[in-house]
């Protein structure tokens, strides 16, 4: 046939064709004898003229799913039920009755079956119907979110998986089918949380926002709903002035600076990042950006544009901010008190302050209204109670201002810090002590603050809703009765989740029906750091205590994005649906993306092997991959490496063969991510050889031996070098980039400089 038509062009020319016109020729013809599926009546995809933009925006996210996953022709109307169906093979209607009058004109019921149900505004529904004899589906939900949720509930149910970096759809188009949609879902969990900014060039901190909206774009379809932005107060994200003392501190990363020199390993994943004469790695919204204020600039910029795309992606947004604690150059209004933290930034009440100083209250007021006015689109404010507090002078007074509260039934002072001295958490002892007097002077504090309603309005008027965060645990049974009024809570109870899991009788005793209850779900500690980690097996059980107990939800916790997809993909199916266990959603997601059973089989044994060494880690030496300096050569010690290392090391060894092992039998459509994965933790192990090293030449130099000290050295910096060459090959975000950034700051280059002092010595 092709062969005819193209003969049959050439001779109405005249006999032989030149072979460029000849070749245009057939193209043509084979244009002319393909079938297209253009020539097919397309489906229609109808949304309501005056729909929201969200529910506008829906409709052509079906769109592009539905081309890609059918190859059909597409077409998006404002029609009426009858010509919709006239005009096209499919009808698919986006919305709810009250945006869309095609939804509102079809019958109430379809064979006995309500096509309309009762929904709350996170209800979805899919729902397949025939409309004058074409096929069609209702995809809509109780608000404009819902229905984008929906919309990607669809693509989910198609074979379509959302990973934090990528969608992976289905090799092939499918066959067009729009039947057997019976689907109205609404959340187990109705507070889903994403956490943002945070601190240290591994996070968020260093992310453009390209980044961050890319991301949002991603957890928009996996159903978060809330965004919370970490804001620490040396970071230059808002500026306020209280008594003449004006808000000087603007920085990122706690003023840390990595510089990048040419000969840097792993520099060529850098290219692009680093600007300047020095080629410094930077967040680039912030590049060439020197003064306070122009850092603020950028600062306010960045944070509005995250807010814009959360907001415009159906989420409400919250700003998280620590209220008693200020940039250093307040210590004056302060009484002097001594900064602290990382590199002394920060200061707060200092042990004789008292918990109702008109000061105190007229600076943290002063930051809650800058925060409002420089962000007046906030929706949540969440205020984090101090980690570390010493503000404890005033406790008696604090106590006694607390205790009408709490009615008769009020506990006794001092059996509460018997029992933060003795529970099993981190926080004990005297920590445990004094992170219980610490908030009961804040809440006695922020009870005195919040009797001006005002302080939560925003320039529109509008109250924001107030959260309190990282409340002790021995108040938990009385957080109806001390909190502000109104005040929902966000529960921090330890750093991993591990140990969260092994004491959830603290979770029993929130009054989750009282107050508005949320647990921090740790997908990756800061403390652990530099190295792989998974929590999903963890994690199953607090969702299922959360469940239980009837908390609103979860934010989640986390650095770089690295291994979270398993994570972050339960945490999207068991936060609608109680079936969903930690398995059941990693078979969900790698059976689909890589094509086999058996190989998602092996990828639960390689998550596995994760889980148990960042387990191990957080079991003897939680803090062992903290990204600050002094990271590597804090293990500059003449002993013997601990035991547990070796068991540590043989975790990420099966790891990097069951991701090896998969890599090469998977679909290609998921074989970068394997081979991501399989180089992650093959960099682990050379660090985790470089520590090794390290001990070893401490040993050696304290015996005297230069020969060995310099060879375990020199051994010590090529497996640096070449973990950092390794994650050179595979960095997919800023977030890896800032890895090797920090690596190079706090290992390799301390490690060369340790290295030319021993040579020095032997010369």
């Known amino acids: 046939m092709l062969k005819r038509s193209s003969l049959r062009c050439g001779a109405l020319l005249g006999g032989v064709l030149p072979p460029a016109i000849f070749a245009l020729t057939t193209l043509l013809a084979m244009l002319l004898a393909t079938p297209s599926f253009a020539a097919a009546p397309p489906v229609v995809?109808?949304?309501?003229?005056?729909?929201?933009?969200?529910?506008?925006?829906?409709?052509?996210?079906?769109?592009?799913?539905?081309?890609?996953?059918?190859?059909?022709?597409?077409?998006?109307?404002?029609?009426?039920?009858?010509?919709?169906?006239?005009?096209?093979?499919?009808?698919?209607?986006?919305?709810?009755?009250?945006?869309?009058?095609?939804?509102?004109?079809?019958?109430?019921?379809?064979?006995?079956?309500?096509?309309?149900?009762?929904?709350?505004?996170?209800?979805?529904?899919?729902?397949?119907?025939?409309?004058?004899?074409?096929?069609?589906?209702?995809?809509?939900?109780?608000?404009?979110?819902?229905?984008?949720?929906?919309?990607?509930?669809?693509?989910?149910?198609?074979?379509?998986?959302?990973?934090?970096?990528?969608?992976?759809?289905?090799?092939a188009p499918q066959a067009f089918d729009l039947s057997g949609m019976a689907v109205v879902q609404e959340p187990e969990l109705r507070t889903r949380t994403w956490r943002t900014i945070n601190d240290f060039a591994i996070g968020a901190e260093s992310w453009p926002l390209a980044d961050h909206k890319r991301l949002l774009g991603q957890l928009a379809k996996m159903k978060f709903n809330r965004l919370m932005l970490s804001i620490y107060p040396w970071q230059p994200f808002v500026h306020y002035e209280v008594r003449g003392v004006a808000k000087q501190t603007g920085m990122l990363w706690f003023g840390e600076e990595y510089p990048i020199p040419r000969d840097a390993p792993g520099r060529t994943a850098l290219r692009g990042v680093v600007t300047g004469e020095r080629a410094l790695f930077t967040n680039p919204d912030f590049a060439g950006k020197n003064t306070y204020e122009e850092m603020t600039q950028a600062g306010v910029a960045h944070a509005s544009g995250i807010m814009a795309e959360a907001q415009r992606l159906g989420m409400s947004v919250g700003i998280s901010i620590s209220p008693l604690e200020f940039p250093r150059e307040f210590a004056k209004l302060l009484g002097g008190t001594q900064a602290r933290g990382i590199n002394g930034l920060v200061t707060a009440p200092g042990a004789k302050q008292k918990f109702n100083d008109p000061l105190l209250k007229e600076m943290v007021a002063a930051k809650i209204r800058a925060y409002l006015q420089t962000y007046p689109q906030v929706d949540s404010l969440y205020l984090t109670l101090p980690e570390f507090p010493d503000w404890d002078a005033d406790l008696d007074q604090a106590w006694a201002a607390l205790t009408p509260r709490l009615g008769a039934g009020a506990p006794q002072l001092s059996t509460l810090l018997k029992a933060a001295a003795e529970r099993r958490l981190f926080a004990n002892g005297q920590r445990g002590v004094n992170s219980l007097k610490g908030n009961v002077?804040?809440?006695?504090?922020?009870?005195?603050?919040?009797?001006?309603?005002?302080?939560?309005?925003?320039?529109?008027?509008?109250?924001?809703?107030?959260?309190?965060?990282?409340?002790?645990?021995?108040?938990?049974?009385?957080?109806?009765?001390?909190?502000?009024?109104?005040?929902?809570?966000?529960?921090?109870?330890?750093?991993?989740?591990?140990?969260?899991?092994?004491?959830?009788?603290?979770?029993?005793?929130?009054?989750?029906?009282?107050?508005?209850?949320?647990?921090?779900?740790?997908?990756?500690?800061?403390?652990?750091?530099?190295?792989?980690?998974?929590?999903?097996?963890?994690?199953?059980?607090?969702?299922?205590?959360?469940?239980?107990?009837?908390?609103?939800?979860?934010?989640?916790?986390?650095?770089?994005?690295?291994?979270?997809?398993?994570?972050?993909?339960?945490?999207?199916?068991?936060?609608?649906?109680?079936?969903?266990?930690?398995?059941?959603?990693?078979?969900?997601?790698?059976?689909?993306?890589?094509?086999?059973?058996?190989?998602?089989?092996?990828?639960?044994?390689?998550?596995?092997?994760?889980?148990?060494?960042?387990?191990?880690?957080?079991?003897?030496?939680?803090?062992?991959?903290?990204?600050?300096?002094?990271?590597?050569?804090?293990?500059?010690?003449?002993?013997?490496?601990?035991?547990?290392?070796?068991?540590?090391?043989?975790?990420?060894?099966?790891?990097?063969?069951?991701?090896?092992?998969?890599?090469?039998?998977?679909?290609?459509?998921?074989?970068?991510?394997?081979?991501?994965?399989?180089?992650?933790?093959?960099?682990?192990?050379?660090?985790?050889?470089?520590?090794?090293?390290?001990?070893?030449?401490?040993?050696?130099?304290q015996q005297g031996d230069a020969d060995q000290t310099l060879e375990h050295f020199e051994t010590a910096i090529e497996q640096l070098y070449n973990a950092l060459d390794t994650l050179s090959d595979i960095a997919h975000d800023q977030s890896d980039r800032g890895l090797i950034a920090v690596l190079n700051a706090y290992a390799y280059r301390p490690l060369l400089a340790e290295l030319e002092k021993v040579e020095a010595e032997q010369e």
Do not use: C
């Open 441 to 701: 002077v804040a809440l006695a504090f922020l009870n005195e603050l919040f009797q001006d309603s005002s302080l939560l309005e925003r320039p529109d008027g509008r109250r924001v809703a107030l959260i309190l965060t990282a409340i002790d645990p021995e108040l938990f049974p009385y957080l109806d009765k001390i909190l502000p009024a109104d005040a929902g809570t966000l529960h921090f109870i330890d750093y991993t989740a591990r140990r969260v899991a092994e004491n959830q009788e603290y979770l029993l005793r929130v009054p989750a029906d009282k107050v508005r209850s949320s647990l921090i779900l740790t997908l990756a500690d800061d403390n652990v750091g530099v190295l792989s980690q998974a929590t999903t097996r963890r994690l199953e059980s607090l969702v299922k205590a959360l469940r239980k107990n009837n908390w609103e939800g979860f934010s989640t916790r986390y650095w770089m994005l690295a291994e979270l997809d398993p994570a972050v993909h339960y945490l999207s199916l068991a936060s609608w649906d109680e079936q969903t266990t930690a398995r059941s959603a990693h078979d969900d997601l790698f059976t689909i993306i890589t094509g086999k059973q058996s190989i998602s089989d092996r990828l639960w044994r390689g998550f596995g092997q994760i889980e148990q060494a960042t387990e191990l880690i957080d079991q003897n030496n939680l803090g062992f991959g903290f990204p600050v300096p002094g990271m590597l050569m804090k293990h500059y010690q003449p002993t013997p490496a601990p035991k547990w290392l070796d068991e540590l090391n043989e975790h990420y060894t099966q790891a990097m063969i069951e991701f090896y092992r998969s890599h090469g039998a998977a679909h290609p459509r998921s074989q970068r991510l394997l081979f991501y994965w399989a180089k992650r933790s093959e960099y682990v192990l050379e660090y985790l050889a470089a520590v090794k090293e390290v001990r070893e030449a401490a040993i050696a130099r």
């Open 45 to 171: 995809v109808v949304v309501g003229k005056d729909a929201p933009e969200l529910e506008q925006f829906a409709a052509s996210e079906l769109a592009a799913q539905f081309r890609r996953l059918f190859e059909v022709d597409v077409s998006i109307e404002n029609s009426s039920r009858t010509i919709a169906a006239q005009k096209s093979s499919a009808v698919v209607y986006i919305g709810r009755p009250a945006t869309n009058p095609a939804i509102k004109a079809l019958t109430l019921k379809q064979q006995g079956v309500d096509i309309w149900p009762r929904l709350s505004d996170q209800g979805l529904v899919l729902r397949s119907i025939g409309v004058d004899g074409k096929p069609g589906l209702i995809v809509g939900g109780g608000s404009p979110k819902a229905t984008l949720w929906s919309v990607y509930e669809l693509g989910r149910r198609f074979g379509v998986r959302y990973l934090l970096r990528e969608d992976i759809y289905p090799d």
